[in-house]
């Protein structure tokens, strides 16, 4: 295997996200004339049964040149900032910041989804049926994966590209297929990919991820000590549900 050496990758900070922005010397790792090994394992692990991770989102109306009609766009005023997910087991709260200040929180039980209206005052359910019909394309009503991670699904075998070590840590590298051979040593080729991840090498979790213009970056906190419960008024809810359920004889689980 070729070793492709680089004094300083100051462009991984817009390449990888904020937490490159402190790299002082790099090594990219490619196969010339042939596609890189892929590595043994999983390449993309779940998040752990206890865990919490904090995803920061850039978007490319954030850059100095987007014009004012841009930044005033619907679906960038409500698209996240930043998000923290909370997973225990089956049960996992998301805290998503809009990029107009708007707070919205998400539980999720095995596949069912709750989010708090505040304007209405209750939380409204998203369930499997739901799942199945929704076309409005709103994320925020979808479950999380069993992985944890949304939108991901394409990081394979296939998609690897190589392998990048910064200071002792090493990443995996993922383009998109039509994205053609990759010269890992090609500063401008890489900034200019619409599409790109970096996965630790090590935990297997993702570290950046860049989709469509859109940069995600993964921090990963100290992991929960006991199991997530939900707030008092949803606990409230959830236990009449299940008694309306009880009485009208529906096993549970069970859809007409």
């Known amino acids: 295997m070729k070793m492709l050496n680089s004094r300083v990758f100051v462009y ?11 790299v002082l010397s790099v090594s990219l790792h490619a196969q010339s004339g042939s596609r890189p090994a892929v590595p043994n394992g999983l390449l993309l692990k779940a998040a752990p049964a206890f865990s919490e991770w904090e995803i920061t989102f850039t978007y490319p109306q954030d850059l100095p040149d987007a014009i004012a009609a841009q930044r005033k ?14 997973k225990t087991q089956n049960i996992l709260r998301e805290v998503i910041l809009r990029v107009n200040g708007e707070k919205v929180e ?5 596949r069912t989804v709750y989010i708090f209206a505040p304007q209405a005052g209750f939380w409204a359910m998203y ?4 799942h199945r019909n929704n076309r409005d394309g709103d994320s925020e009503k979808l479950p999380l994966p069993e992985s944890g991670f949304s939108g991901l699904n394409w990081i394979s075998a296939e998609t690897f590209a190589g392998n990048l070590s910064e200071n002792g840590r090493e990443f995996l590298i993922f383009v998109p297929v039509d994205s053609g051979p990759i010269d890992l040593s090609d500063v401008k080729a890489l900034k200019n990919l619409s ?14 991820v860049r989709e469509n213009g859109i940069q995600k970056a993964f ?15 949803l606990a409230t809810d959830l236990k009449r549900a299940a008694e309306i ?12």
């Not at 998400?106 to 095995?110: F, S, Y």
């Not at 359920?245 to 007409?256: D, F, Q, T, V």
């Open 195 to 208: 599409t790109i991840a970096f996965v630790d090498a090590y935990t297997r979790l993702p570290v950046s």
């Open 127 to 130: 369930g499997p049926e739901f």
């Open 106 to 110: 998400r539980w999720q039980i095995d």
């Open 219 to 233: 921090v990963f906190r100290n992991a929960p000590s006991q199991k997530l419960s939900p707030p008092a008024d």
């Open 73 to 86: 766009d619907s679906l960038y005023q409500r698209g996240p900032r930043r998000s923290v997910v909370t």
């Open 245 to 256: 359920e009880a009485k009208s004889n529906i096993a549970p689980g069970r859809e007409y």
């Open 12 to 22: 991984l900070a817009a390449i990888a996200g904020a937490c490159f922005s402190d």
